[in-house]
């Protein structure tokens, strides 16, 4: 079965970065666009960022552009979101996202998801 299992996170002050990870298994990797949510306590999933299955294109929420990459290694099976710049308003669970569908910012375009790993931002 499909499995997407995310790891990376962890607590960073303000000002730091983290790289998330993500493998993919169970699924053709490069046929699926990939991306990353996130959801802090008492809010919505919201989307952080997408990128296409073999293309490689990458698409940012407002929030996070400038700071965040995603990019994808299809030979190890592997996306990663790569942040800078981190302030505590990044805290949230992120979680990995393979989409059924290119509306890569609604979390109903999601296939399947992964685990979800803790970031926290001090101040």
């Known amino acids: 079965q499909v499995q997407l299992v995310d790891s990376g996170g962890g607590l960073v002050q303000a000002g730091g970065s983290l790289r998330l990870s993500c493998v993919a298994s169970?699924?053709?990797?490069?046929?699926?666009?990939m991306g990353w949510f996130r959801q802090a306590p008492g809010k919505e999933r919201e989307f952080v960022a997408a990128?296409?299955?073999?293309?490689?294109?990458?698409y940012y929420a407002d929030s996070v552009k400038g700071r965040f990459t995603i990019f994808r290694e299809n030979a190890k099976n592997t996306v990663y979101l790569q942040m800078n710049s981190l302030n505590p308003e990044d805290t949230a669970v992120y979680y990995c996202?393979?989409?059924?569908?290119?509306?890569?910012?609604?979390?109903?375009?999601?296939?399947?998801w992964g685990q979800g790993t803790q970031v926290t931002v001090s101040s």
């Open positions: 169970g699924l053709t990797f490069s046929n699926y666009h």
């Open positions: 996202a393979a989409y059924g569908t290119t509306q890569y910012t609604y979390a109903h375009s999601v296939a399947y």
């Open positions: 990128t296409t299955g073999r293309a490689g294109n990458t």
